[in-house]
């Protein structure tokens, strides 16, 4: 398999931690965001995903787009580690957590969101952050009650062992740190994010231990 993939991305975190708990070895294609005018943004790259976004996992002749349908295309075809459980309304419920961040936060706060609004609308720079700001608190506040007052959290989001819900909380905590936001108020998110750094596959799927990992 090879991953395209953007060292800061956070949706190419959440397949690169998925991949990794399922140990699943992969070839890492850098794409940078930044460089050369954007390279997710040049004819080969949209080729492959017209939609000019990383994630894009390539598995033999398949070319996969969208982190979420990623994680469930490596669920189906390598389900050992599971990372869903196996009761309907349990897997419903994983997946509300990780749809939390991937449709409602993370589109907001997407690199060209922020651009339109900066380069198109003319908002500043402190307005920007007030926008990034403020949708992450509405994700994260929404997030860390519905975990902290569930019967069905235990060490990781879901249970004990970590699952799409962890694969999407911890690179938006990612995130939320680069942009200055304060996390004091998300004790049960910052405790499961602890117990995610003890695991080697998410330390490895972090950004800084990427190949094209910038300072
Ligand atoms: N919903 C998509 C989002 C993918 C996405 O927005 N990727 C970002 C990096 S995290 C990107 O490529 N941004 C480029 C841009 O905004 O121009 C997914 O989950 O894969």
Same mark, same amino acid.
């Given at each position: 398999?090879? %991953?395209?993939? /953007? +060292?800061?991305?956070?949706?190419?975190?959440?397949? $690169?931690?998925?991949?990794?708990?399922?140990? %699943?070895?992969?070839? /890492?294609?850098?794409?940078?965001?930044? $460089?050369?005018?954007?390279?997710?943004?040049? #004819?080969?790259?949209?080729?492959?995903?017209?939609?000019?976004?990383?994630?894009? %996992?390539?598995?033999?002749?398949?070319?996969?787009?969208?982190?979420?349908?990623?994680?469930?295309?490596?669920?189906?075809?390598?389900?050992?580690?599971?990372?869903?459980?196996?009761?309907?309304?349990?897997?419903?419920?994983? $997946?509300?957590?990780? %749809?939390?961040?991937?449709?409602?936060?993370?589109?907001? *706060? *997407?690199?060209?969101?922020?651009? /339109?609004?900066?380069?198109?609308?003319?908002?500043?720079?402190?307005?920007?952050?007030?926008?990034?700001? =403020?949708?992450?608190?509405?994700?994260?506040?929404? +997030?860390?009650?519905?975990?902290?007052?569930? #019967?069905?959290?235990?060490?990781?989001? =879901?249970?004990?062992?970590?699952?799409?819900? @962890?694969? &999407?909380?911890?690179?938006?905590?990612?995130?939320?740190? $680069?942009?200055?936001?304060?996390?004091?108020?998300?004790?049960?998110?910052?405790?499961?994010?602890?117990? &995610?750094?003890?695991?080697?596959?998410?330390?490895?799927?972090?950004?800084?231990?990427? #190949? @094209?990992?910038?300072?």
């Amino acid at each position: 398999m090879k %991953l395209y993939s /953007y +060292f800061r991305s956070s949706a190419s975190y959440r397949v $690169r931690i998925a991949l990794n708990l399922k140990g %699943l070895g992969y070839e /890492y294609q850098s794409v940078h965001l930044a $460089r050369d005018g954007g390279q997710h943004l040049a #004819p080969a790259f949209r080729a492959l995903n017209p939609q000019a976004l990383v994630p894009v %996992l390539t598995d033999g002749s398949e070319t996969l787009t969208q982190s979420l349908a990623i994680l469930e295309y490596l669920e189906e075809t390598h389900p050992q580690p599971p990372l869903l459980p196996q009761a309907p309304a349990e897997r419903a419920r994983v $997946r509300a957590l990780a %749809l939390n961040i991937a449709c409602d936060v993370h589109p907001l *706060n *997407n690199l060209r969101v922020l651009n /339109y609004l900066t380069s198109k609308l003319g908002v500043n720079e402190s307005a920007k952050s007030e926008w990034y700001r =403020h949708w992450v608190e509405q994700g994260l506040g929404a +997030f860390e009650a519905g975990v902290a007052n569930s #019967p069905l959290t235990g060490r990781f989001c =879901h249970g004990d062992t970590p699952g799409f819900a @962890d694969c &999407c909380l911890i690179p938006q905590l990612f995130n939320a740190r $680069r942009f200055g936001c304060d996390l004091s108020g998300y004790p049960t998110l910052l405790a499961i994010e602890q117990r &995610c750094r003890d695991l080697v596959a998410f330390r490895d799927a972090a950004p800084e231990h990427q #190949p @094209d990992a910038e300072k």
